[in-house]
């Protein structure tokens, strides 16, 4: 059974800094690419970050670019979405995502992930 299974979310001073985690069961996790996407109040759903499982490339949105780090540790199935310098406009439900890795780049089309965790929540406020 696949699992993703999120954690690291809270409340956070503007300025600050969370690291989310994805911990995946069920599949050959190593041969996924992992994607973030958030879900603002009121908002529809948008990517964040990826992770490819060839070379373990990376992509970021411009809206976090700079700010954020994603990285794997396939040892522990895990992925980390390193967040600094926290926005309010990064205030949302974050999840993660998993679509098998055929081509050396990830994307961030959310129908190209056929499986997601629940989500946790990030709160950005003073």
């Known amino acids: 059974q696949v699992q993703l299974v999120e954690s690291g979310g809270g409340l956070v001073q503007p300025g600050g800094s969370l690291r989310l985690s994805c911990a995946a069961s069920g599949f050959a996790f190593a041969g996924y690419d992992i994607g973030w996407f958030r879900q603002a109040p009121g908002k529809g759903r948008e990517g964040v970050s990826c992770?490819?499982?060839?070379?373990?490339?990376?992509y970021y949105a411009d809206s976090v670019k700079d700010r954020t780090t994603i990285s794997r540790d396939n040892a522990k199935n895990t992925v980390y979405l390193q967040m600094n310098n926290l926005k309010p406009e990064d205030t949302a439900v974050y999840f993660c995502?998993?679509?098998?890795?055929?081509?050396?780049?990830?994307?961030?089309?959310?129908?190209?992930?056929?499986?997601w965790g629940q989500g946790t929540q990030v709160t950005v406020s003073s």
């Open positions: 995502a998993a679509v098998y890795g055929r081509i050396r780049y990830c994307g961030l089309g959310q129908g190209s992930y056929p499986y």
């Open positions: 992770i490819s499982t060839i070379d373990g490339l990376t």
